[in-house]
């Protein structure tokens, strides 16, 4: 059984997209950890584009695993005092 649905992708695209578009950063460029938010930025953003392309071959299931993985990275940056709550 196929549970995931086309509109349940959607959902999630919408949630990662407004996620890395909120995302703030809290520590200042001086930090010798901004290297690394910028590191889960650019991963998160990078899966993101995955997503985007597994969903144009109409892999959702890809798709939707790398949503997860974007949306992991940021919530990882979260946990880890790198990003403000989104």
């Known amino acids: 059984m196929n549970t995931l649905t086309n509109e349940r992708l959607e959902r999630e695209f919408k949630v990662t997209e407004k996620a890395l578009k909120e995302l703030k950063i809290i520590i200042n460029k001086e930090d010798k950890n901004y290297e690394k938010a910028m590191h889960f930025i650019d991963t998160a953003k990078r ?4 997503a985007k392309y597994f969903k144009e071959k109409g892999d959702k299931a890809s798709a939707f695993g790398a949503l997860n993985y974007a949306h992991g990275w940021l919530d990882a940056g ?3 005092g790198l990003f403000e709550e989104y």
């Open 78 to 80: 979260k946990n880890i």
């Open 47 to 50: 899966y993101y584009e995955d």
